[in-house]
């Protein structure tokens, strides 16, 4: 006997052998964290998103790395979508708008309703941080 014939059982079963048909769910879209990387983007991102809540931070920043997956974590939760645009920025890229902003402390958490800052909040304190971001959806 061959050693083909031997192993032709087996392509043949592999070849008859019915996938299951796949399945698809929706699910909701995730948010993303919008990176601003000008001015301009960020007075667009103003002007389209009733509320906004945009990290100021540095990629040499220790705590700004360390609250970082929280944050996107937040942004893709479905309690918030539609109503909190996540932003944020990098303070040495566009140092205009850190210097608009008086950013002196990283991270620095600044919240706009309407296009107006309305809250601040500084350091990466997830114990702080999400209950402001809670106070401010409920205030829509």
Not at 113 to 125: L, R, W, Y
Request: glycine share 4%; aromatic share 8%.
């Amino acid at each position: 006997m061959s050693s083909s014939s031997l192993l032709r059982p087996a392509f043949r079963t592999l070849r008859t052998a019915r996938t299951p048909s796949r399945l698809f769910t929706t699910t909701s879209p995730k948010m993303t964290v919008t990176e601003i990387t000008s001015r301009a983007q960020f007075q667009e991102v103003l002007a389209k998103n009733p509320l906004v809540i945009l990290d100021a931070s540095a990629v040499w920043c220790g705590p700004c790395k360390a609250i970082s997956p929280l944050y996107k974590k937040w942004s893709d939760e479905e309690r918030y979508a539609g109503k909190i645009h996540f932003a944020k920025f990098d303070i040495d890229d566009v140092g205009d708008l850190t210097q608009e902003l008086g950013i002196t402390s990283m991270p620095t958490f600044l919240f706009f309703k309407d296009g107006e800052k309305v809250d601040k909040v500084i350091g990466a304190n997830p114990k702080v941080l999400e209950p402001k971001i809670e106070q401010h959806v409920a205030a829509l």
